[in-house]
């Protein structure tokens, strides 16, 4: 990928770099909600719709840190990424991960990039969430 047009920035995950993305967020299958506490941290809840999910790359340009709740099969991705992704590519109908902001005073919301996979053919790399 040409690294002006890259929604992932510096993350890049070697079992994430299909040939030709699925169109249409919508057509997804993945539903994403959010909480924000009162520190600042925003919890990401992502849902598949009927049909699970084999992989998953969370990432985000802004300042701060994300953490994985014990028992999701996430891990945080290294270098200067600011990401998680999945550790295995057993199904899953429901992952959650946290983001702390480096600002716990900070009001900003926070642009999330996802690259969902349903299978090998079928993923989406174009998937945005602000919370």
């Known amino acids: 990928m040409d690294e002006d047009i890259n929604p992932f920035g510096s993350c890049v995950h070697p079992g994430h770099n ?20 009162e520190n600042s941290t925003i919890t990401l809840h992502i849902h598949a719709d ?29 270098g200067d990424c600011t990401g998680v ?18 600002d716990p005073t900070s009001t900003e919301k926070v642009d999330f990039n996802f690259l969902v ?4 053919e079928t993923y989406w790399d174009n998937i ?3 919370a």
């Open 18 to 37: 299909h040939d030709t993305p699925s169109q249409g967020t919508e057509d997804s299958g993945v539903i994403i909600t959010s909480e924000t506490q």
């Open 50 to 78: 009927d049909n699970p999910f084999t992989g998953i790359m969370i990432s985000t340009e802004a300042k701060g840190n994300f953490s994985v709740p014990e028992g999701i099969l996430l891990k945080l991705m290294d």
């Open 85 to 102: 992704t999945n550790t295995d590519d057993i199904p899953k109908d429901h992952v959650q991960v946290n983001f702390q902001k480096a």
């Open 117 to 120: 996979v349903r299978d090998n």
């Open 128 to 130: 945005k969430y602000q």
